[in-house]
């Protein structure tokens, strides 16, 4: 059974620029979650998305959009980035959006230049 | 609203010696779900366990145990007889009741360091 694909593994981007990030779930997970790991603020939940529904969504500004398309893969974008978007984005697979097991991918690193 | 709290930022220990790190959460629900997930250098997060709120039974898997304790809100996980391979971050979380859906809240991880 494959794992959580994220894509791409590294990216390197220009304040201002906009980044789109890729994250396919494991088969039969219909709830995906991204969240950002920077060294100063730890791990922090961006948002949920199941059923192509946004279901939950943390403390950060609209800037960082994502969705999910009928095939329960997601995307995140970040428009207008700046310097502190710099972290490491994880995507988590669950099968259900009731507090299960999440998998996690092995996480997109951007950074912003 | 609901935090983790992970005292210890880095532990090390020699192989073969068990190292237990603590996990302190808050929250005002009655229901809610506990989480510890392993972070290796390749960056995903491993999933290790997950227990409810109404299930206060200590759990052992192979060389890890985790204790639960609701009267001083902790949730501790303990790696006996340590390898090298168990260096790596361990992050403890919470998730609250169905509403929240999946959505983690994160104490700021320890570090295991395992020398040989």
């Known amino acids: 059974k494959a794992g959580v694909t994220q894509t791409p593994r590294y990216l390197i981007k220009t304040r201002g620029q906009q980044v789109t990030l890729s994250c396919s779930p494991i088969?039969?997970?219909?709830?995906v979650s991204w969240y950002q790991q920077t060294p100063g603020q730890g791990l922090q939940f961006l948002f949920e998305?199941?059923?192509?529904?946004?279901?939950n969504k943390g403390n950060f500004p609209g800037r960082f959009s994502g969705r999910q398309f009928s095939n329960s893969r997601s995307e995140m974008n970040v428009s207008t980035l700046e310097l502190g978007d710099s972290a490491l984005y994880l995507c988590?697979?669950?099968?259900?959006?009731?507090?299960?097991?999440?998998?996690f991918g092995q996480g997109t690193r951007l950074t912003v230049v | 609203a609901q935090k983790v709290t992970q005292a210890q930022t880095e532990i090390s220990v020699v192989e073969k010696e068990d190292v237990t790190l603590d996990c302190v959460y808050e929250?005002?629900?009655?229901?809610?779900?506990l989480f510890w997930y392993k972070q290796p250098p390749s960056g995903e997060l491993v999933f290790l366990i997950r227990?409810?709120?109404?299930?206060?039974q200590n759990e052992i898997s192979g060389r890890y145990s985790w204790n639960f304790q609701k009267s001083t809100s902790s949730f501790n996980f303990t790696i006996t007889a340590s390898q090298v391979v168990d260096s790596a971050v361990y992050f403890c979380?919470?998730?609250?009741?169905?509403?929240?859906?999946?959505?983690?809240?994160f104490g700021g991880g320890t570090r295991v360091l395992v020398k040989p």
């Open positions: 929250t005002r629900d009655t229901t809610y779900y």
């Open positions: 088969s039969g997970h219909r709830s």
């Open positions: 988590a697979s669950s099968f259900n959006s009731a507090n299960t097991e999440a998998f």
């Open positions: 979380a919470l998730s609250l009741n169905k509403a929240a859906g999946n959505k983690l809240t």
């Open positions: 998305y199941f059923s192509e529904t946004q279901r």
């Open positions: 227990r409810n709120s109404f299930d206060e």
